[in-house]
């Protein structure tokens, strides 16, 4: 069983950056994406941003594109979320995701990471 343990978040003023990472460790590793998705209070959980593993290409959701930045150390199996210009709407629980193999669900999930932004 792969485990996904996160690390990073906290509290930032808005127009501030934070980062976050997400190292993968147990079970036998095949997944090709590993993501961030966030869940605010009340709010449906959202896709942040995914990362192809083994060509590094990522992808943002529309209320993150050109703020964060996702990043992969392939050697370490780890992900990282660097985010700038945070805004208030940012404050959330994020989680990072990974899926088991070409055409998987997002299947492994970590306990979260709180991310506050005041204002």
């Known amino acids: 069983q792969v485990q996904l343990v996160e690390s990073g978040g906290g509290l930032a003023q808005a127009g501030g950056s934070l980062g976050l990472s997400c190292a993968a460790s147990g079970g036998t590793f095949s997944s090709t994406a590993l993501g961030w998705f966030r869940q605010a209070p009340g709010k449906e959980r959202e896709f942040v941003a995914s990362?192809?593993?083994?060509?590094?290409?990522?992808y943002y959701g529309d209320s993150v594109k050109g703020r964060f930045t996702i990043s992969r150390d392939y050697a370490k199996k780890t992900i990282f979320l660097h985010m700038n210009n945070l805004e208030a709407e940012d404050t959330a629980v994020y989680y990072c995701?990974?899926?088991?193999?070409?055409?998987?669900?997002?299947?492994?999930w970590g306990r979260g990471t709180q991310v506050t932004v005041s204002s």
């Open positions: 990362v192809n593993w083994r060509t590094g290409n990522p």
């Open positions: 995701a990974a899926d088991r193999g070409p055409g998987t669900e997002w299947t492994y």
